[in-house]
């Protein structure tokens, strides 16, 4: 069992590849690597996309990485072999239909979203959404194992994803306005949070979509 976490220069991966091993190790699902090299991407069993910055430059990472091989990769990974994905911050805006942060680009398309910003109606509310928020699960998910509404994960971001399709939307949090906190479908989920940074519910999580057989 291979695990990978695609390395396309966007973010420090140091946190997250020592959470996965961790529990990989814990589970026993085997091996977690980072690794920007499309033949990785190519055998892994699960793969797993970080990402911290502005959406129209990692996707411009992500399509550049591995000479566009990995994008490739990926997409043959994840549309045609069904590989568990999971996506992380910017990671998972980035499975949405289009972002709109700076300029309209389009994403991966594999959920029926946009990224938009977050506009709280309460101005005490400070964009950058940072620190902790209790999550509200909207519906159950095989990742959500052992997690429930009221418990905290670790937000940093600007930009959230407004979600088309309800059935695609996992959990959401409060801040100011209803935030997307993880989206899903088929073998793919993605967290809008830091699980990696995110204590024991994060940690929990991670050991779920290690151990998930979709």
Not at 91 to 106: I, K, S, T
């Amino acid at each position: 069992m291979l695990t990978v976490l695609i390395d396309y220069e966007s973010g420090n991966l140091h946190s997250a590849e020592k959470a996965f091993q961790r529990m990989a190790r814990e589970v026993g699902a085997g091996e977690v690597i980072v690794s920007d090299r499309p033949e990785d991407v190519a055998r892994a069993d699960r793969i797993v996309l970080p990402g911290d910055g502005a959406f129209p430059a990692c996707h411009a990472a992500l399509a550049g990485a591995g000479a566009g091989s990995v994008l490739e990769a990926l997409r043959e990974a994840v549309e045609v072999k069904g590989r568990p994905f999971m996506g992380i911050c910017v990671g998972m805006q980035l499975m949405a239909r289009v972002g709109h942060e700076y300029e309209e680009c389009p994403g991966l398309g594999w959920i029926d979203g946009e990224v938009t910003k977050i506009l709280p109606e309460d101005p005490k509310l400070k964009v950058p959404h940072m620190g902790w928020n209790d999550l509200v699960i909207d519906r159950p998910h095989p990742v959500l194992e052992g997690i429930e509404t009221g418990h905290h994960a670790y937000f940093v971001h600007s930009y959230h994803m407004s979600v088309a399709d309800p059935a695609q939307l996992i959990a959401h949090v409060d801040y100011g306005q209803p935030v997307t906190a993880i989206v899903g479908r088929d073998t793919m989920v993605g967290t809008q949070f830091h699980p990696e940074k995110s204590q024991a519910n994060g940690l929990r999580l991670i050991a779920n979509f290690l151990s998930w057989n979709p």
